[in-house]
Every structure is written in structure tokens, then in C-alpha cells.
Nanobody, 124 residues
Framework: QVQLAESGGGLVQAGGSLRLSCAATGRTFRSNTMGWFRQAPGKEREFVATITWSGRSTYYADSVKGRFTISRDDAKNTAYLQMSSLKPEDTAVYYC?????????????????WGQGTQVTVSS
């Protein structure tokens, strides 16, 4: 059974950058769509980005398009979220997840394995 662990979060000033990592253990996610989500205090968990098993296709929430980049390195069993031009409204706990569905997956309910999350705080 696969387990996911996020890392790379922290405190950064507006305009700065962070790279989040999502390491899988137990089983690989080589054949699975992966996604990143975030949850701010008092808000629902929201979709950020997704990448297909091949890595050829990606999709982003409008709020992060052009600023965030999702990628994966299956040899390392790791997915990444490169975040640039960060804004205070990007502050949230960020989660990576593995989907049981193929293709680009945006819905929370279509992800079956989740990491514990990593806090990202962007100061103004």
C-alpha cells in the first residue's frame, strides 16, 4: 500500500518561490494520476494541479496557472509542485494525492491516497 509524504513547505515573502515534494513509499505511483490540493483555514480543500501517469498532460486551477508547475519523477517515486510569484492568498496546507482514475483528475473524491500535508505561508 502506497503512502505519500509532502515536504518543502515553509514561510516565504510574497513574490518568492517554494518547491514542494511528494515522496511515495510502499508502492510506486508510476501508473497513477497525481494531484496537488490545498486547504486554507475555514475553507474547503481545493484543487491546485494534476498530472497524468505519463507526465505528458497537466492541468492547473486558474488561480495558479502560469505561476505553479507540477511534475513527476517516477524513478524517484516523487511528485513536485514548483510555486513561483507566491501571493498571500496561496497560504494553505498543501496536500499531494494519488488518483484511482486515469487522465486529468480535478475532484477531491477521485483521489484515494493522501499525504499528511505541508504548510505554506506567504507573508505580504
Amino acid at each position: 500500500q502506497v503512502q505519500l509524504a509532502e515536504s518543502g513547505g515553509g514561510l516565504v515573502q510574497a513574490g518568492g518561490s517554494l518547491r514542494l515534494s511528494c515522496a511515495a513509499t510502499g508502492r510506486t505511483f508510476r501508473s497513477n494520476t497525481m494531484g496537488w490540493f490545498r486547504q486554507a483555514p475555514g475553507k474547503e480543500r481545493e484543487f491546485v494541479a494534476t498530472i497524468t501517469w505519463s507526465g505528458r498532460s497537466t492541468y492547473y486551477a486558474d488561480s495558479v496557472k502560469g505561476r505553479f508547475t507540477i511534475s513527476r519523477d517516477d524513478a524517484k517515486n516523487t511528485a513536485y509542485l514548483q510555486m513561483s510569484s507566491l501571493k498571500p492568498e496561496d497560504t494553505a496546507v498543501y496536500y499531494c494525492a494519488r488518483s484511482y482514475r486515469p487522465g486529468l483528475v480535478l475532484r477531491v473524491l477521485e483521489y484515494e491516497v493522501w499525504g499528511q500535508g505541508t504548510q505554506v505561508t506567504v507573508s505580504s
